[in-house]
């Protein structure tokens, strides 16, 4: 059975894995520094685009079961000003979950202390594996991907809760139209990471 397949039979019935699934960080991930990060960032320098595209998609791989969903392709981007050296950070976080559960529709974190709310760029939905109109009903997922920033100075955050080894994330909480909510997270090494290749870049462009 294919991937995809799998994955959505078992989401449909239910299953995503414990509630404690996102209290720590895949064993993978978590052991992955700053400077494997850094080693690993996919840039994007088109000579044509207004920015350059930092993005750390290629860190480590991406599927991974959170709290009443499957986390997939889960990244961190950085957009540097070609001109300014100013910089845009992002988080592209795409959900799977049960088609019975409303849409997903904000994103909640905390930083400084203080509950704060992601201002989303992009949401998209979708349910490519859910049956057609005249087809008999059955179970099937929902698919989400939403694309927001966050500052800087929570970038340096999450980075400076970096602990080698370590498997507690920095988490996020997606709430639905009713009030419900699924927490997921980011590995605070992606961060440290992102943030010394962007400095490379910067430093490279005289900013």
């Known amino acids: 059975m294919p991937l995809r397949m799998a994955l959505a039979s078992c989401l449909a019935l239910g299953w995503a894995g414990s509630a404690a699934a996102y209290d720590e960080l895949p ?25 350059i595209v930092v993005s750390t998609q290629k860190a480590w791989e991406r599927g991974r079961s959170i709290d ?13 000003d070609r001109q300014s050296g100013a910089v845009r950070w992002q988080v592209w976080h ?4 049960p088609s019975r559960r409303p849409e997903m529709v904000g994103v909640n974190y905390q930083a400084e202390g203080r509950l704060k709310q992601a201002g989303i760029l992009v949401a998209e939905h979708w349910s490519d594996d859910c049956p057609g109109v005249d087809d008999v009903p059955a179970p099937c997922n929902k698919y989400a991907r939403f694309v927001f920033e966050i500052p800087g100075s929570v970038v340096e955050e999450i980075a400076g809760a970096y602990r080698p080894e370590s498997r507690d994330p920095w988490r996020l909480r997606f709430k639905d139209e009713n009030g419900g909510s699924i927490t997921g997270g980011l590995a605070p090494a992606e961060a440290a990471g992102l943030l ?4 490379r870049i910067r430093s490279r462009s005289g900013d």
């Open 27 to 51: 064993r993978g991930l978590a052991k992955l520094t700053p400077a494997d990060v850094a080693e690993r960032i996919h840039v994007d320098d088109e000579a044509l685009e207004p920015h």
């Open 68 to 80: 009443g969903a499957h986390a997939s392709d889960v990244h961190m981007r950085a957009l540097v």
């Open 94 to 97: 795409e959900l799977i979950y």
């Open 196 to 199: 010394q290749a962007v400095e």
